[in-house]
């Protein structure tokens, strides 16, 4: 686990069958911290009533112990969710917790879908009406629609409404349900605690909480956990393969975890060991840019025999600065979370290893610390192939045009990020390092693949960047939908606090 | 203004036009504190994007100078709301805030409608969400329904599907529009500041804000303020009389305020000398119970030439005290409000002056109190009459078995509250005091002659009471909903924090 | 009690021999916060080990359950305490904790000392060290003094060294002594809780925690309560008077409590009826500035048949407020805290009750409400003489030239406030209506008689102020010193958080 | 840096000369929070006036901007303490701030001293008070005598009255002034910013704030810091050799910093390198125990040729968390801070090096985990000797019979921690990886060689420890004070909030 500087991203816990229910989801949500950290919430069930706590912030700073004694359960879902500034707010901590004619119901969503501002412009004009701007909701108004709710199998049918990325908790009253679209794009585990079951994002929440790990949720599989046991269904058809994001391999997941059926740890080993082979460099020292890349360095090491080595120091405290005037903020802050160790730098040629790079800002900052230190050389070697393309599925990369090697030649990356060589790891060799065929993973950011068409982009504030008809007013709209982007414009931003 | 025990109530504040719009939104619902403690809430709106901020907690604690910063806008609505603890919970608090067709809107309720479970069900059972468990959430859905929007005036056409109590701000992106139910219930007046409109439950918030009290709201109006002006129209028909609650001038508002077009204040005086009149008492002094009473008594006093007192003082700095498991927490709570001058009251003979009587354990209390300090005789008069029935029209009175004066003679009251007489004041009398004809006023509480027919009983925790119908399943109802309470079980409690 | 602007004053509680004597302590300190709000702290002692809790702000934030659990043994000492921003420091929070050779020790202190500074420099050039700005810790050091110590009564005799007010409570492991000056300027009542020993400055404490009032500290007692029982000693000597401050009964003290042998309220009555003797009005309505003057204004009313009423409302939420960058903070405040009732005021001759003036300013802003809500006359009566000195026993008055009185005729006052016409009490009309012979109080800020000879003004900032000589240099002083301000310069201001 | 589990320690950081010198302090503290996490807290001089700030808990929470603000000055000194939860208190956070007859000073203190509580017993006879339970307050005490002011030099003077280890940094008005003691058993560095002096217990703080390490304050070294430059005297007389903490170079300093005249990294890659050549092993993967070892384990890797590798992933999130009544609170919270890294261990035979063992719980724990998850031989390296004698200079190592290696051997521990084969690094192994002679090192810890004589035990509650002898009273001795312990009982516990 480490601290993330550029991604979006959610991380779930579930559990069914388990007096201490609520608590145990609070430490999985400790676990699972490093896939977001922008808000967390726990929803419990008793079997009647649905329990919400949580908030804004950190797993350990917005559960109070009181928290957790009031709301009760043998059954609870859990989230994490990790987003930046703009649309941050309480109304969108997941999992949302609404009721419909069906009853109560609680939501907790990682991925993201692509035809959610349809699907919402559609609803709101059947009058529903909606509270976050975030694409979950959406979700649950499919849910609740009558005409869904008399199917034979409201949440199929719902399911095969939604394009995109989505491992799903639900949770009803009765029964806890676990939900991997079709292409499988994010992981989703399940496991066992004594008699209770348990369901996470990654098995090192499994870990945490003593959970065996039993097996993944399947792509294109609904699992549902009640008195009557787990039970397994298949939804939205037979699909030609799968779409695993590799990314979760490369930087989000835990080295601990199992994902996708193995072990982050040794598939970045390998990625690190593949590129030594590929792009094999000259130096004293190979060391890591803490602390992601600590796996894919050791693999470097190991497959050149070159020394592994530490740079840095990090620090477990760091937190905010208040600092002069005439300081930079950002600088001070990565330089309070990490110092280089000069006497081990000063003079030496470094291998320097890194797991992926993606604006090049942070790296080319630490790059430079350490010339300033006294490298004599700098080799960059990066665990993974050039990111050049915008992510549909859940994580947030800067728009296109801030990525580094986004229309930059390897060589102009290279002078960019003030290096004397740099190599990335090549898409096959990636591809070489995981246990599934290749066409069964999502590498869209690199190789611009994407496993699904995505004709209109949509980025995380379409939602709430649509714009405002006036209530009962002759529709005068004010500028601004893009043309196309729908039959009339739609409503406003709402933000909350 | 003081500090309220057994109620439930709300305060508005609204203002269009003014630069400032948040921070005077702010200040005025410091001025409408007493109407509602439980949370507080802003919406703003800078013409396009509606923002909110606030929580649960007192105004001056819910908000900082940070966040009202950070919402914009030259027009605002604000609200403050009491409930009690069971219920209380972030989602509920008012200005509510969604985005629907039509766009994103915000509203604020004063009141409570009788017909809200119908209605909701009703929705449900369309497909609708709700995130709420207070009846205000009912309304949007109705404003959003697409066959209501294309109505020549949506609003008018909902609210009359509407039955109960309700004075309303609503917030859309380019106006604020007040609205007060036919019948007038609760209070709403129209004020000016500059070139500002302002609105508020009562004129002491137009005081607070150095705004002119203009008008009142009338029942069955509609106003909208809008760059177009204030534009008035009038909804519900021709009503015969209106119910304007006698309760608010007794104990409600703020002596200072204006409310359904006179003195709070000057009112309670007039009781206080009605009551004389009625029911004169032999005594040394006229005191007050603390500090609601301070009006009456001084009606009483002039009236009779009994000189007034004081027989308490009231801390200003009461808060939670952490007491020893050997006493009782309310007790303590009680004495830390208030002290008995025993000076002032060893060996007399004291007419003491209360507003109203509703459990009669706090007065009971107090009276118990004065007894130890050695009061010799003890005569407690009441400037209203004995509350006997429940309050369906937005007052939290407890359960009608609670109330002191439930199945119980003058007679059976007094010994209860163990004094040496006890008289009420009349309901002709009380009427008597106010500036429109009786039958404009809902008495209901004392006289059990409701405005609007109430066959389903509903109280304040009906909207949390439904119970539970399992999503896609059979249908098996869980053990609960009373026989008629609607043609099958309804979904269940849903609490967040 | 109210809410105070202008007075620096503090408030002390003690009990021995109680299993709860540390929530007791708390409890007291709740009904004395209106005689300091700016820290809070209590000292417990279990027989051998003192242990504090305590902080900046008021008695119900300061304190947690958890504090107060953390803190043990059958005997407490508790102190709140007021003072102006600029010298309001976590390390002056008494009651104040020290070792020194003869063990632990704790002290609360509700006075001033006069000669302070100058003991201080004494201490300092024997090498002594000190901690606080506040007077109070010189006596811990004169405690300590071996000299002291080896007297047959070191506490008597170190007595004998300080000059000024002090009403004591201290702690040491085994037993809480009281202790009042000779002169017995500040209160210090003796009550018993069951088996129980209660001290506190005001019996409205003793009212909150169930104790029965016994007796008075004399001045120049020193009261020791221990296991060995309560034992009384005298010292200081034989004084011809004592100089109880008037100003408790006049502002301080809360209305409930018995200061100096008799009911505060009834001396208020008594005075507000003796100032309508002196200085009768003509008027429609004689009203309280609240919340203060109902005391006075109570008797008043009685002395004319001029009815009582009420000219403004109180709130009881009134906090921080966040003001627009037009508005005035102060006005703001005030508004948000009084509300004038129009409807009652308007119109009315008003004969308006002060308890006292001090800047006028406050006063002032109130009138001129009143003026503004249509009032036609205005007669303004003052219960207490016009001050015009400043206090040097424990009275944070303004420095002299900021008191509206001060080189000013009442004529000139009366200008100032712009009322119709301005009367106060007599100095000779106030001490009749108290029960000692007039030369036993302190009378000094309306005569300028002080009972102590003040040859050398000291204010609060006194020791604050001195300034600074470098340690280890040559000496050369810093520009401050006043000329005769002491044989030398000496050290500066220490402040800490 | 990392979280530390054992030990007692503190970072000190000053600043001359600079306008911003509270907010660099405040970064400079960053820097060194792994040398304490209780406490911090800043005081500054402008020249005149001393200022301090802090409190309880870890520099980013103890401090906000507001703070930062208030205090002034172009000199600031900052300290940082760690100790157990018993002592911690806020009147012990350092740095220190008192008056006395020569001005105000602070003081800041690493070390401890062996004489103190001799010291202060002799000075409480004096007749001075004591008001913090650390030993730093004697040194202020005896600044303060007059006796001392009066000599040539008063601070030679008093330091040497020290027995122990201390680097200081003391802050007057005008100046600033660092010491290290004789023996220099603490680091304590100069460095440049600009035309500002900067000191710091390590050079990483310079490393943050952009400074650069000019020299270490040598052993017996007084360096005052003035508008008259830096001016540096010698005391203490001559010392046949240094007693730097060896422990510093293992355990206690960032590896980023130089300490001792050489970087930390370097000494500990050397020290495991070192290890190998004496004890080396047979396994798959060297991989050290987060993540102090780190240094160690990339030099016994080096010098073995056996891979590298990682076995555990750490959280940077882990706080508290609310278990389960079942639960072991010990172990989730170690849990939540380490994941082992199952794939990466089962069935590999691994040297796991650990920098030191102190009570081997820990570590036992940890071997514990590796061994559930699969390992096949687990080869435990200590890159040091066994702990077997406690420390009297500054390291809070528990008492001696909890010392795993104390009175048992090599393969006791062996046996205890459950490892296939265990060997610590030899005394003479150690000293042969830092750069100063061996006698210039105190190895107390390993080797019982204490540099001064420490005939009377002390430990951090030796202070608190002490008993009560009442005030005034014949001395009945309370029962405790163990014999020798000094010629009288001396006074008690003093614990504040």
């Not at 002759?474 to 933000?495: E, F, I, M, T």
């Amino acid at each position: 686990m480490q601290q993330r500087s550029v991604t979006h991203h959610c991380g779930l816990f579930g559990i069914y069958g388990h007096d201490e229910a609520v608590f145990l989801t609070h430490l999985g949500l400790h676990a699972l911290q490093h896939r977001g950290q922008e808000s967390a919430a726990i929803v419990s069930s008793n079997g009647q009533t649905l329990q919400k706590r949580g908030g804004m912030g950190l797993v350990k700073d917005v559960f109070t112990r009181r928290d957790l004694g009031e709301i009760h359960g043998h059954m609870a879902i859990g989230h994490v969710r990790y987003s930046t500034t703009g649309s941050c707010s309480d109304v969108n901590v997941q999992p949302l917790l609404f009721s419909c004619a069906a009853g109560p119901v609680a939501i907790a969503h990682n991925g993201n879908l692509i035809n959610a501002a349809l699907l919402r412009r559609q609803y709101e004009d059947f009058g529903h009406i909606f509270q976050t701007t975030n694409d979950t909701e959406v979700i649950i108004h499919l849910l609740a629609k009558p005409a869904h709710q008399s199917r034979q199998n409201p949440l199929v049918h719902v399911l095969n409404h939604l394009q995109g990325a989505y491992s799903l908790l639900l949770l009803f009253p009765d029964r806890m349900v676990a939900v991997r679209d079709p292409l499988g794009f994010r992981p989703l585990c399940l496991g066992r605690l004594g008699g209770a079951v348990v369901v996470a994002s990654e098995t090192n929440a499994f870990d945490l909480v003593d959970a065996e790990y039993e097996r993944d949720v399947e792509p294109g599989e609904i699992v549902t956990i009640s008195d009557e046991g787990v039970q397994s269904r298949r939804f939205g058809g037979d699909v030609p393969h799968t779409a695993a994001c590799i990314f979760e391999q490369i930087y989000f997941a835990d080295p601990s975890s199992r994902v996708f059926g193995e072990n982050v740890h040794l598939v970045r080993v390998a990625m690190g060991a593949r590129l030594a082979e590929e792009s094999p460099a000259d130096g004293d020292l190979v060391v890591p840019i803490p602390t992601c890349a600590q796996c894919a360095a050791i693999g470097f090491s190991r497959q050149t025999g070159i020394p592994y080595g530490r740079a840095f120091t990090t620090s477990h405290y760091a937190g905010r600065s208040f600092i002069m005037p005439t300081q930079s903020e950002r600088d001070t802050a990565v330089k309070m979370k990490l110092n280089v160790i000069k006497d081990a730098v000063a003079g030496r040629r470094l291998v320097v290893v890194e797991d992926s790079v993606v604006r090049g800002t942070t790296t080319r900052g630490k790059i430079s610390a350490l010339r300033r230190a006294g490298a004599k050389e700098i080799h960059l070697r990066v665990a993974s192939p050039p990111i050049r393309h915008g992510c549909y599925f859940g994580i947030d990369f800067p728009q296109q045009d801030k990525l580094v090697a986004y229309q930059r030649s390897v060589e102009e990356v290279r002078a960019f990020l003030e290096v004397d060589s740099l190599a990335y790891l090549s898409l096959e060799g990636m591809l070489s390092c995981v246990r599934m065929p290749p066409r069964d993973y999502c590498t869209a950011c690199f190789s611009g693949r994407y496993p699904i068409d995505v004709t209109e982009p949509v980025d995380k504030f379409s939602l709430e960047r649509r714009q405002l008809r006036m209530f009962g007013s002759a529709g005068a709209d004010v500028p601004g939908p893009p043309a196309g982007a729908g039959r009339r414009a739609v409503p406003g931003a709402v933000s909350t606090p």
